[in-house]
């Protein structure tokens, strides 16, 4: 009994030994999974791991050993725990080629190696070899599998001696290494979602940059200071070495106008590069020949390596000016049309561009666009603004003062600064000479010669200037070399050194008095239609000038008469007054304002109790349009008098009898416009001479402010009227341009079917000649091989040749080939019909064929393509007579209204379509139809053309017959089809189109013409 119980108590003794260390494998298996989820770190998990399994299995190395993807099972030990007296085997590269044909299928499949002892398991000697490296006498490998891919290997390595491994150990070391691929596959979890995050994060920045670009673009700021701040934080953003911005000529070269680039690197902006037809530009081929190339498409174009990418030699060698390796570039587009080029340049090295960057280019170039256009928009207007500032202060120079020298003197200066032109001047014309003269007044720059008191004498100015300058023409000359002027005229300019000028007249009551010259004296100039139109207004102005410099001396005559008659200091006051009340007058254009200032002015200078204002009529009838009077009297504007103006033009002995009034006339020009009254209404007064020849001087300039505000009113009249004038004519030139290509058209196919008509009708009338002969021959056949005397040879060749058979043929073919004439002659009669060019008046016809032969004309339209089924014609034509109409202008507005409805359809049809292909879903049939009737209805022929398109909203409808108006996208319709087909049917026919729709029912237009045209 004692040998069995000493076995009992060993296997209890060995049990409990089994237990305690599974025991121990699961605290240590538990504490590895507990070290796995506290860190994320993997080099952390890994050495915890292999310290703790090292420890539990009292094993000499431990380590994890990872795979280099990239290369054929190469890899390095990452992490492990090795005990004293034994060699690291971490960061050694290993690569065992008995690996991949032993034992990777065996691995990638999950399965264990468990070695006792190297020497003793059969393993091939270049193994042997390289676990000997690692002092390796047995072993323990598991795989460490992610995903069904080979990541690495969890090794147990005994040095020391041969180790025969335990079924607990293995499956314990599988444990541990599935917990170290959970571990493993987290870890890479974690290092995409950081990639992410990473990536987002820089998304965002880019964005915020790009956003703060915008903005700063969309600032009032100069376009300088875009220019600089947005390549700064682009090159940024990109960090690249270079970002430039370059401006396009108008020869495709071009120059950098901004840049931002690294430290070391040579600027672009401001160096000096080659000369082109421009100036000195940068010049390049391949976009001078192709006007834009890609950037006019509005693409992009990257670069990763200048000298890899297949460039042109000239190209290359311009990048290498550039020091650029690598570039990026986005176009500039000012609207449609190809302004310049954003560039980021990376000139150390070459460069992979991320679509995200080339992306981020392209938004800021667009913005950029976006700036100069607006820069542009606001430059013309400030221009122009500072135009009509420059002519309002003309004008209130010309009213302050009333020297025409400190006029002129004050225009020319202006004038020229304005314009930025080299000399402004003005030239007067002696009377007493034919067209000789003299430069009175000039602004020059000091690089031009003056031309002031030059005497000039141009005979040729005479012959071919003087009567269009007399008419108010302005002449603008861009070259003088470029003109074909008179020899003798071109020497007097270039005595003047001048190159370009603009000429404007200077007209004093008709007559040409002089010219306002304005010259460019270093270059060519192509002068701006509002600069010639700015010259043309200081001309105008200057031309009043002259007009009040007249009457003012007409005034300052009368000033002498008075002050030679009356005491010399009440002569002064008097003439200061009335300069007042004529400044006062000159102050304002609007006629009522001036009618209100001049009364209450003269009514305080005479002191009376009454001024007013009194305008006749056609008939000497008349009205008072404006008084002023003093508290406690009554406007006289409310009643209108009868005024006889016999004691008006009959001499006036009676100034020295006491009258309660007294007037003089106001004349506009020679006319006699009205009265200025002066009342003095509580007793009668004696009126002074001086006095009367004030108030007579008052009216002077109320004649002239009248005149002048007349002027003005006239000036705004003839504006308008020439703006209507000039959209008609615009409008007419059009309708003119398309009239004649529908007459070339249905010249064109007349001409066609003239040509095709005179073949066929040889064709067809000989068919029935051919006919007969053939009927004959055929006849001969029949009867010769009848007869029994036919040679064998004959009958061998009729056998040969199947005579059955082609006398059986030949008249079906004889019909086919009349019917095909008989069809070439209906399409001829078809295009005869629709062009009807000999057809241009009145003439009584059948609308059944105009409509007939149109149809047949858009025939090729309706019938079925890869794009869409074919259009049914459905017509219901009433039995109508002979309707008398222009027919080549109504065969044209059948084709326009066929034409629309065609193109209704297809867009329908194209609508329908793309609609179930986005549901994914098969499209039903969808029926395009076109109706067309004719009715007589109470004296009018009615004629509907009716779709079942998609119809024409409300909007659109209102506006289908205006001139120039269209929906459809450019290049595809001149918005004139419908104007004019209204025109014809309205102007032409007394008749009326209307139109009707329902969205998505279909239009109708129905045209009324009636019959007694």
Request: proline share 3%; hydrophobic share 40%; glycine share 4%.
């Given at each position: ?613 009194y305008r006749f009529n056609s008939d000497w009838s008349g009205k008072f349009v404006a008084d002023s009077f003093k508290d406690g009297w009554k406007p006289v504007l409310q009643a209108q008098p009868m005024i006889i103006i016999e004691t008006f033009e009959d001499t006036d002995d009676d100034n020295e009898l006491p009258r309660n009034e007294t007037f003089v006339p106001i004349r506009e020009g020679e006319k006699l416009w009205g009265l200025l009254v002066a009342y003095q209404n509580s007793q009668p007064r004696y009126w002074k001479e001086e006095e009367i020849n004030l108030l007579a001087q008052v009216g002077v300039q109320l004649g002239i402010a009248i005149q002048q505000a007349e002027l003005l009113e006239q000036t705004k009249r003839q504006t308008l009227e020439l703006t209507q004038a000039l959209q008609e004519l615009k409008q007419t030139q059009t309708r003119l341009i398309q009239g004649e290509k529908m007459a070339g058209l249905g010249q064109l196919l007349a001409g066609v079917a003239h040509e095709i008509n005179n073949p066929v009708s040889f064709i067809f009338g000989n068919l029935i000649h051919l006919n007969e002969y053939t009927q004959e021959l055929l006849n001969v056949v029949k009867l010769y091989r009848q007869n029994s005397s036919v040679l064998p040879t004959v009958q061998q060749q009729i056998d040969k040749t199947d005579l059955d058979f082609l006398i059986e043929d030949l008249p079906k073919t004889l019909d086919s080939m009349k019917i095909g004439t008989e069809r070439i002659c209906e399409i001829v009669l078809s295009l005869r019909n629709f062009s009807r060019t000999d057809e241009a008046e009145l003439k009584p016809v059948d609308i059944h064929e105009g409509l007939d032969s149109t149809l047949l004309i858009l025939g090729h339209r309706l019938k079925n393509n890869n794009e869409r089924p ?144």
């Amino acid at each position: 009994m004692e040998p069995n119980s000493n076995f009992t108590e060993n296997q209890l003794l060995l049990s409990s030994a089994q237990l305690q260390e599974q025991l121990d494998q699961q605290k240590a298996l538990a504490s590895v999974i507990v070290r796995i989820r506290e860190s994320l770190d993997l080099e952390t998990i890994f050495q915890t791991t292999v310290t703790q399994v090292r420890q539990l299995l009292n094993a000499d190395r431990v380590a994890v050993f990872q795979f280099d993807h990239e290369k054929d099972w190469e890899g390095e030990f990452v992490s492990e725990d090795v005990a004293l007296g034994w060699d690291s085997a971490l960061a050694i590269k290993v690569y065992d080629h008995c690996f991949g044909e032993q034992f990777a299928s065996s691995y990638q499949q999950g399965r264990v190696q468990a070695v006792a002892d190297i020497y003793k398991a059969g393993l091939s000697d270049c193994h042997v070899a390289f676990l000997r490296k690692f002092q390796v006498q047995a072993n323990l490998v598991v795989p460490l599998s992610r995903q069904k891919e080979l990541w690495g290997l969890l090794c147990i390595h005994q040095c020391s001696e041969a180790r025969d491994w335990k079924e607990s150990e293995i499956e314990f070391i599988r444990q541990i290494a599935d917990h170290l691929v959970v571990a493993i596959q987290q870890a890479q979890h974690l290092h995409e979602v950081q990639l992410q995050a990473a990536e987002l994060a820089q998304a965002a920045q880019r964005d915020q940059v790009i956003a703060r670009i915008v903005d700063e673009i969309r600032s009032p700021l100069d376009i300088e200071t875009i220019f600089k701040t947005t390549t700064q934080e682009i090159r940024q953003l990109l960090q690249a070495d270079r970002v430039a911005i370059f401006s396009f000529n108008a020869d495709w070269s071009g120059n950098f106008v901004a840049e931002s680039f690294a430290e070391s690197w040579t600027p672009l902006v401001g160096i000096e590069p080659a000369m082109s037809t421009t100036g000195y530009a940068y010049a390049d081929t391949y976009l001078q020949q192709t006007q834009g190339g890609r950037y006019a498409n509005n693409q992009t174009f990257t670069v990763n390596d200048i000298y890899q990418a297949g460039l042109t030699n000239c190209h290359v060698t311009l990048l290498e000016q550039f020091q650029a390796k690598a570039f990026a570039t986005a176009p500039i587009l000012q609207g449609d049309k190809l302004w310049g080029v954003i560039a980021a340049y990376q000139n150390s090295s070459p460069r992979q561009w991320q679509s995200y960057e080339v992306e981020s280019l392209s938004k800021i170039g667009t913005q950029i666009g976006v700036a100069v256009r607006h820069h542009k928009l606001l430059t013309y207007a400030q221009y122009q603004a500072e135009q009509q500032k420059t002519l309002t202060s003309v004008i209130s120079r010309i009213r302050e003062s009333l020297d025409l020298d400190t006029i002129f003197q004050t225009t020319v200066t202006e004038a020229r600064k304005m314009l930025q032109a080299d000399r402004v001047a003005v030239f007067r014309f002696d009377p007493q000479k034919d067209w000789e003269g003299e430069f009175i007044s000039e602004d020059v720059v000091a690089e031009c010669s003056s031309v002031i008191a030059e005497k000039v004498y141009d005979y040729c100015f005479g012959e071919n200037f003087a009567h269009l300058y007399a008419q108010g023409r302005v002449n603008a000359i861009a070259d003088i070399y470029q003109e074909n002027f008179p020899g003798c005229y071109i020497q007097i300019l270039e005595k003047f050194q001048v190159r370009a000028n603009l000429i404007a007249p200077l007209l004093k009551k008709g007559e040409l008095w002089g010219l306002l010259c304005i010259h460019q004296c270093n270059a060519p100039r192509q002068w701006q239609p509002s600069e010639i139109e700015f010259a043309s207004q200081i001309a105008e102005q200057l031309g009043v000038a002259l007009k009040q410099d007249s009457y003012l001396k007409q005034v300052q005559m009368q000033v002498v008469q008075l002050a030679e008659a009356t005491e010399r200091e009440k002569a002064m006051e008097r003439q200061e007054l009335l300069a007042a009340t004529i400044d006062k007058i000159r102050q304002s254009l609007d006629i009522k304002t001036i009618f209100r200032t001049t009364t209450h002015a003269v009514r305080e200078l005479l002191e009376v109790e009454r001024v007013a204002i009194y305008r006749f009529n056609s008939d000497w009838s008349g009205k008072f349009v404006a008084d002023s009077f003093k508290d406690g009297w009554k406007p006289v504007l409310q009643a209108q008098p009868m005024i006889i103006i016999e004691t008006f033009e009959d001499t006036d002995d009676d100034n020295e009898l006491p009258r309660n009034e007294t007037f003089v006339p106001i004349r506009e020009g020679e006319k006699l416009w009205g009265l200025l009254v002066a009342y003095q209404n509580s007793q009668p007064r004696y009126w002074k001479e001086e006095e009367i020849n004030l108030l007579a001087q008052v009216g002077v300039q109320l004649g002239i402010a009248i005149q002048q505000a007349e002027l003005l009113e006239q000036t705004k009249r003839q504006t308008l009227e020439l703006t209507q004038a000039l959209q008609e004519l615009k409008q007419t030139q059009t309708r003119l341009i398309q009239g004649e290509k529908m007459a070339g058209l249905g010249q064109l196919l007349a001409g066609v079917a003239h040509e095709i008509n005179n073949p066929v009708s040889f064709i067809f009338g000989n068919l029935i000649h051919l006919n007969e002969y053939t009927q004959e021959l055929l006849n001969v056949v029949k009867l010769y091989r009848q007869n029994s005397s036919v040679l064998p040879t004959v009958q061998q060749q009729i056998d040969k040749t199947d005579l059955d058979f082609l006398i059986e043929d030949l008249p079906k073919t004889l019909d086919s080939m009349k019917i095909g004439t008989e069809r070439i002659c209906e399409i001829v009669l078809s295009l005869r019909n629709f062009s009807r060019t000999d057809e241009a008046e009145l003439k009584p016809v059948d609308i059944h064929e105009g409509l007939d032969s149109t149809l047949l004309i858009l025939g090729h339209r309706l019938k079925n393509n890869n794009e869409r089924p074919a259009i049914q014609i459905v017509k219901e034509y009433a039995n109508l007579g002979l309707l008398e109409c222009y027919p080549a202008q109504l065969n044209q507005v059948f084709m326009n209204l066929l034409s629309n409805s065609i193109d209704a359809l297809e867009e329908k049809f194209k609508t329908i379509q793309q609609r179930y292909l986005n549901l994914s879903q098969r499209c039903p049939k969808i029926p395009l139809t076109i109706w067309i009737s004719t009715q007589a209805v109470n004296n009018q022929i009615v004629i509907r053309i009716t779709d079942n398109g998609l119809g024409i909203p409300e909007e659109v409808r209102s506006h289908i017959f205006d001139p120039f108006f269209t929906t459809k996208a450019p290049g595809k319709g001149t918005g004139l089809g419908l104007s004019i087909s209204h025109q014809i049917i309205v102007e032409k026919h007394h008749g009326q189109i209307k139109c009707s729709s329902k969205p998505g029912e279909g239009t109708e237009f129905l045209i009324e013409i009636p019959t007694d045209n």
